[in-house]
């Protein structure tokens, strides 16, 4: 059974250019996040979906952070324009809407903005 | 808000001893908190889940406690091994009405040495 899949798992690029990170969830899975982990603030809940909806963007940093969820398979985060600061590694997670929210993660895209 | 606190120092212990890690919270207490497993490189695995009204959960070698009067659970590793070797998180949900979301710790490193 295929887990969370995530592309590209590493990306470098240059301050300004667009960025798109890209996942695919555990099929029947219902609920989507999307965080951020770094060394100084640790795991972070950018944006997470239900049945497709942003439920909660409250962790999303700026205007530059932008998610979508275009059907039930894939989402898309993506930002415009990346700046150094924003390197990190962005996971997503899927998870199903009924019971406990036990939460299944992707590997991981490591971004490196120069 | 919310605050999770875990030891940020790293947890060096001898094999075949038993590791303890801490999660410690403020403000209200959980429905359940989760503890996770990641290792360098990849996202964080699922171990354990304890509800409110469990003061302790067992799993082969780990056992987790939950006590809601100290806002604090523990989590044990027996008999480490070398392969223990990993960064712990602890989290929790944090119910929004729209669906639940998970707060995660920034983690404790346990190594296990020969």
């Known amino acids: 059974d295929a887990g969370v899949i995530q592309s590209p798992r590493h990306e470098v690029t240059e301050m300004g250019q667009e960025v798109t990170l890209r996942c695919k969830p555990i099929?029947?899975?219902?609920?989507l996040f999307w965080y951020r982990q770094t060394m100084m603030r640790g795991l972070e809940l950018l944006i997470y979906f239900n049945n497709n909806v942003p439920i909660d963007d409250s962790g999303m940093p700026e205007d530059r952070f932008s998610a979508k969820m275009p059907n039930a398979s894939f989402s898309t985060l993506k930002i415009q324009p990346s700046e150094p600061r924003d390197s990190a590694v962005y996971f997503c997670?899927?998870?199903?809407?009924?019971?406990?929210?036990?939460?299944?993660f992707g590997e991981g895209s490591w971004l490196t903005v120069v | 808000s919310q605050k999770i606190e875990q030891n940020s120092e790293a947890l060096n212990i001898q094999e075949g001893k038993t590791a303890t890690l801490t999660c410690n919270y403020t403000n209200y207490s959980p429905a359940y908190l989760q503890w996770y497993r990641q290792d360098p490189g990849r996202g964080p695995v699922f171990l354990l889940l304890i509800r409110e009204n469990e003061k302790e959960k067992r799993k082969e070698r780990l056992k987790v406690t939950f006590d809601t009067t100290l806002k604090q659970s523990l989590f044990h590793i027996t008999a480490s091994q070398p392969a223990d070797s990993a960064t712990y998180l602890c989290a929790l949900d944090l119910f929004t009405g729209g669906g639940n979301k998970l707060t995660f710790g920034t983690g404790t490193q346990l190594k296990v040495e020969l």
């Open positions: 997670a899927s998870t199903t809407l009924t019971g406990v929210n036990t939460i299944y």
């Open positions: 099929s029947g899975h219902n609920s």
